[in-house]
């Protein structure tokens, strides 16, 4: 019994030791080789049908890529999408809809907690999570680990996931302005 912990305890050290020797230029190394591998299926899955999205680098930030959906949308004026490589071995997404020309924001709301409680429910029966960032603009997100490897097509799924936001928002309107939702248009 004492062998089996020594073993699993010079294993763990053996592995702590292989993530500790990580280098700072390995990390930085690594984290560009990932914007690039996004880069390359954002530029193929992006025009892709059901998608149509067209990613540019940022020019605020150079790991992260932003595009604009704008077709078959019925609640929203637009969907920006944000995806963002982090330094910590993460790709995150932050779709932010906009709604009469402007982000959808907590503190404009006509109804703020009613809003946050819609976010909350959406966010149970969601793929996507939804969330407010610091300046409370709502958005819808997903975050990705990479410890199992580049998530080629599970990030395809999220891409593919953006246009239904579009009637979530229809959902959230009598909180944010309190207009109803349209009727979707014919399909």
Known sequence: MKCK??????????????????????????????????RQLLATSGPKKGINIDFKQSEKNPFNFVGVKRDALVNTDFIEVVVGVS????????????????????????????LMRALLRQSDSNFLFWGADTTDDVFAGYTFTLESGFPDKAIEVVLYSIAPLDGFVGQMRPFIDGSAAPSAPPR
Do not use: M, W
């Open 87 to 114: 330094n910590n071995e993460t790709i995150g997404f932050r779709i932010y809809p906009h709604y009469k020309d402007n982000y959808i924001n907590l503190g404009r709301a006509k109804d703020g907690t009613g």
């Open 5 to 38: 912990l020594f073993i699993a305890a010079l294993a763990l050290l053996v592995c702590a030791g292989a993530a500790a020797a990580q280098t700072p230029q390995d990390k930085a190394a690594s984290r560009e080789a990932t914007r690039e591998r996004l």
